[in-house]
């Protein structure tokens, strides 16, 4: 009995290990993504979505609102567990990122 209970403990820690690692990458990932310095996102939501989103497998979810990037009052950025950025919604997200850094003073 004992040794299941150890075997059990060391399985879930090992679990916690690499889901603690691969949301570190996700979100290393997002502020990559999101440049530097990142805009206002405003509330930030983070799930693990085990079904996906969509046609996609496992994915994290970061969605933030209200954001202060122009045309997108909420954002939603999927990245793979391995940190890989999959998609946005709004789907063209890069580029009113990339205009929001690049806006002239």
Do not use: C
């Amino acid at each position: 009995m004992a040794r299941l209970i150890w075997l059990t403990f060391w399985l879930a820690l090992g679990a916690a290990l690499v889901s603690g690692a691969s949301w570190a990458a996700a979100y290393y990932n997002l502020g990559i993504f999101l440049g530097a310095p990142p805009p206002q996102m405003g509330t930030q939501h983070t799930a693990f979505l085990w079904e996906g989103s969509g046609q996609r497998n496992k994915v994290w979810q970061f969605a933030f609102g209200p954001t202060s990037i122009p045309g997108a009052p909420s954002v939603r950025i999927y990245i793979s567990p391995t940190g890989k950025v999959v998609a946005t919604e709004p789907g063209d997200l890069p580029q009113r990122i990339n205009a929001f850094h690049n806006k002239p003073y």
